[in-house]
């Protein structure tokens, strides 16, 4: 089985430009939910979305938005970039929409901001 | 109270000895404690999880040992391997709260000396 797919692996952006990263969760999981690692840190919650509504947000500024589509895969878009944003972005997929549980994470997106 | 503390920052262990990471939380309505392991360049592996109802669960050489009325819980690597090098996160969550976020600890970077 094919796990939690994540692309681009990387990109190098310029700041105030636009990025959307991509997810795939595992087949069956209707849950994904997003993060972001800056380096040395641990993960912080982004975004939950389950059965293609948004269940829940971190505390991450108007500029990080995400949807969810039909067949569960989901887009996380993050408009006027700040050499902040730069980080790696997980994305991590569950059954079920319950806080934290049964999730697996994707590889990642490294996104680099200058 | 949202946060999960985490020590040490880095370890070093003998092949052979035995890994102690700690951690502590301060929201009692947390009831998902799991360990992810994470290999530079790749997403967080989950390792081993307890639920605060137990107070110790045994996975092959990783153990969790949780202590609910002090609020902290540790994981316990024996018979340390080069292989478990890697940084280690534990995290906590309401499992049952939809939309709600995996709350990371900073990580602890794990190096095994052969």
């Known amino acids: 089985d094919a796990g939690v797919t994540q692309s681009p692996t990387h990109l190098i952006k310029t700041r105030g430009q636009h990025v959307t990263l991509r997810c795939s969760p595992i087949?069956?999981?209707?849950?994904v939910s997003w993060y972001q690692q800056v380096l040395g840190q641990g993960p912080q919650f982004i975004f939950q979305?389950?059965?293609?509504?948004?269940?829940g947000r971190g505390n991450f500024p108007d500029r990080f938005s995400a949807r969810q589509f039909p067949n569960y895969s989901s887009e996380l878009n993050v408009n006027a970039l700040l050499l902040g944003d730069s980080a790696l972005y997980l994305c991590?997929?569950?059954?079920?929409?319950?806080?934290?549980?049964?999730?697996?994470f994707g590889s990642g997106t490294r996104l680099t901001v200058v | 109270q949202q946060q999960v503390k985490q020590s040490p920052q880095s370890l070093i262990v003998q092949k052979g000895g035995i890994s102690i990471i700690n951690c502590a939380y301060e929201?009692?309505?947390?009831?998902?404690f799991p360990w992810y392991q994470q290999f530079p360049g790749k997403g967080p592996a989950l390792l081993i999880a307890?639920?605060?109802?137990?107070s110790e669960k045994k996975e092959g050489r990783f153990t969790i040992s949780f202590n609910k009325s002090a609020k902290q819980f540790s994981l316990h690597i024996m018979d340390s391997q080069p292989g478990d090098s890697a940084t280690y996160f534990c995290?906590?969550?309401?499992?049952?709260?939809?939309?709600?976020?995996?709350?990371f600890g900073k990580g602890t970077t794990l190096s095994v000396s052969s």
């Open positions: 995290a906590a969550s309401m499992s049952n709260q939809a939309g709600t976020a995996l709350i």
């Open positions: 929201n009692t309505a947390f009831d998902y």
């Open positions: 087949s069956g999981h209707k849950s």
């Open positions: 307890i639920r605060p109802d137990v």
């Open positions: 991590a997929s569950s059954f079920s929409a319950g806080g934290g549980y049964g999730y697996t």
């Open positions: 979305y389950y059965e293609k509504e948004e269940r």
